[in-house]
């Protein structure tokens, strides 16, 4: 088959759509001051998939991941991880819930006046004093290793290229051992270079690893590359949604005048 080779995994999975949402968003409104951003947004991820969700800035993309991860609350619909309404959570509750999901926000990926090691360090640092210094130690050399980042320990975010930035906000963002991953243009502002290498590392992570992640970009080139599966949002709305072939088949003016200007 000519085409799986650059199929993502988890696509050849034949087990794919039997199994359960990890994350399930349905029918999410959310306004701020009177201007509805969201309007009645579904979207649902699996485990070992990524879903890449494209569109113009200012569409509500970030507000969408800040109210999967509980930091908002939506107007109106639900967010559900694990078949689980977070709603329905405790602080307790919210709080497990958010250990199991990774993410690297658009801006601020990484503490400033922490080094990079101390940066990977600190989810483990506040969640995993059940680990000994030197095995937290340890863990945090393997983060950094697993993104190609090794020997970077004591460098400050300011020493570092924009792209090694994102790959020390990846390490952080997997020091809990994530069942969710949510990143937020995480090659917004790089190079083609640097952005195809963060690419092939989410791939790799992905692939390791088997989350269900999504993926917030205006980057279509990534989403294409790293998604198994895509979805537009415009105006509050998600327009469309499958794979980049389903996408390319779409008769939505929105659909084809965004695919082929980026
Ligand atoms: N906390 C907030 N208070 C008021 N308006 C907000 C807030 N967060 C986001 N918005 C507005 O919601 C819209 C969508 O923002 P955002 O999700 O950041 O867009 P995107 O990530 O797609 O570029 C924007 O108009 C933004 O100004
Ligand atoms: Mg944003």
Do not use: W
């Amino acid at each position: 088959m000519a085409t799986a080779l650059e199929t993502p995994t988890s696509l050849q999975d034949p087990e794919e759509h039997s199994r359960p949402s990890v994350v399930a968003v349905e029918d999410l409104f959310k306004a701020f001051d009177g201007h509805v951003v969201l309007k009645g947004i579904g979207l649902t991820v699996r485990r070992g998939e990524t879903l890449a969700v494209l569109g113009r800035s200012g569409t509500g993309k970030s507000v969408l991941l800040r109210l999967i991860v509980g930091l908002e609350t939506p107007d109106s619909g639900s967010v559900c991880i694990n078949a689980n309404s977070i709603a329905a959570l405790s602080l307790d509750g919210l709080n497990a819930v958010r250990m199991k999901m990774g993410f690297l926000f658009q801006h601020a990926a990484l503490y400033d006046s922490l080094t990079v090691g101390e940066n990977v360090a600190f989810p483990l640092e506040h969640h995993r004093r059940d680990l000994s210094k030197s095995e937290r130690g340890e863990r945090v050399n393997q983060l950094l290793a697993e993104v190609g980042m090794e020997g970077n320990l004591d460098k400050m975010p300011s020493d570092i290229s924009g792209g090694m930035q994102k790959r020390v906000g990846l390490a952080r963002a997997l020091a809990l051992e994530p069942e969710i991953l949510l990143l937020d243009e995480p090659t917004a502002g790089l190079d083609p270079i640097s952005s195809g290498e963060i690419d092939e590392l989410v791939l790799k992570l992905q692939r390791e690893r088997q989350m269900a992640s999504i993926v917030v970009t205006h980057d279509l080139h990534s989403a294409k590359t790293i998604a198994n599966r895509l979805a537009i949002l415009d105006q509050g709305s998600v327009i469309v949604e499958g794979t980049f072939d389903d996408l390319q088949q779409s008769t939505i003016p929105f659909v084809q005048e965004f695919l082929s200007h980026s």
